[in-house]
């Protein structure tokens, strides 16, 4: 066996591969504060060990092409971590940890854009944490749900949540636990139901001038 | 968990890419786009660019690319860009919508729920 052959033997071994037929990707982001659990979120849901990477832009914009303004002050470097799910011969589902710290959001469009919604992580004891996720998912238009992970604290009725969070009533809230699988599959499944529902309307209207 | 590419000195990214640092804005490239090895890797070829071919003997998104070869994301995108001009990888990229089909949407609460 040649070397090229083993090390890809090697690297084949150690990733999880996605069937040859795989061909639609889909994004969904998890976005929360430090510590609230993200990571533990897309673990538990996730077929493959999660992965890590980054992003880095010039706040100035696209059009720097000299490398030293990626060596100065004005680079913004986020990193991000991700899952996956196999959902069927076609599609692949990621599921993205993000930071929700404000220099993050510049990096949204070039990243999330066509996003099919995100799931806002909340740890009750640090609500505030969450005013400017929701701020700026609102602003960007994407579907979300917020998510309280369970930390074994006190319990607040869902109204006072939402209350403290200013939400939407449209928007669902939840409780979870992050470590639990099928915790983890039900909040997937309420988002993705809360976009389906989100965009009803506007697809069926589509539907009517398409057999006008 | 080691964070790609943080510690590495910008040097070594500007010798892959020649000297680019961004993607061109028009990169065709999403995070999620699947890329497929169209050939083997060939003695001589740039490591990075047999690295990626190896990795997608199998289709294989671009965020995963980025992860396994520790690199950022706008540099993986720039050496992707190289070898889809050239030929070596095809590309599956996501279907975009400005409103999900509610066909997709249905396929994916079915893989959810057998999960």
Not at chain 1, 51 to 56: A, F, I, V
Not at chain 1, 62 to 81: L, P
Not at chain 1, 169 to 186: F, N, Y
Request: proline residues 6%.
């Amino acid at each position: 066996m040649d070397s090229a052959t083993s090390e890809a033997a090697v690297e084949a071994a150690a990733r999880t591969p996605l069937g040859a037929t795989a061909d639609n990707g889909l994004k969904i982001v998890v976005v929360g504060g430090f510590g609230v659990g993200k990571t533990t979120l897309v673990r538990s849901v996730s077929e493959i060990r999660p992965l890590n990477t980054e992003e880095t832009m010039t706040q100035a914009g696209e059009h720097i092409d000299d490398i030293s303004e990626v060596r100065g002050k004005t680079a913004t470097t986020v990193a991000f971590d991700f899952g996956r799910i196999t959902l069927d011969a076609r599609n692949v589902l990621y599921l993205f940890g993000a930071p929700g710290q404000e220099r993050f959001w510049f990096l949204w469009d070039r990243l999330f854009s066509g996003t099919l919604g995100a799931v806002v992580l909340v740890d009750t004891r640090r609500i505030d944490d969450s005013w400017y996720a929701i701020d700026r998912l609102e602003h960007h238009g994407t579907p979300f749900i917020v998510a309280c992970n369970d930390f074994g604290g006190p319990t607040y009725a869902p109204s006072r949540i939402r209350d403290a969070l200013d939400l939407d009533p449209q928007v669902p809230l939840v409780d979870c636990d992050a470590r639990s699988r099928a915790s983890g599959k039900q909040v997937l499944i309420t988002l993705v139901e809360h976009v389906r529902n989100t965009y009803a309307p506007q697809a069926s209207l589509r539907e009517q001038e398409l057999t006008r | 968990m080691s964070r790609p590419g943080r510690d590495d000195s910008p040097d070594r990214l500007y010798t892959l890419t020649g000297g680019r640092a961004h993607a061109t804005p028009d990169s065709p490239f999403d995070l999620v786009t699947l890329v497929v090895a169209e050939c083997d890797p060939t003695t001589g070829m740039q490591s990075e660019h047999a690295a990626i071919l190896r990795l997608t003997r199998l289709p294989t998104a671009v965020v995963e690319l980025a992860a396994e070869l520790k690199l950022p994301v706008s540099i993986t995108k720039i050496l992707l860009g190289d070898l889809l001009a050239a030929g070596r990888v095809s590309a599956r990229h996501p279907r975009k919508a400005a409103v999900p089909d509610p066909d997709v949407l249905e396929q994916v609460l079915v893989g959810l729920r057998n999960l």
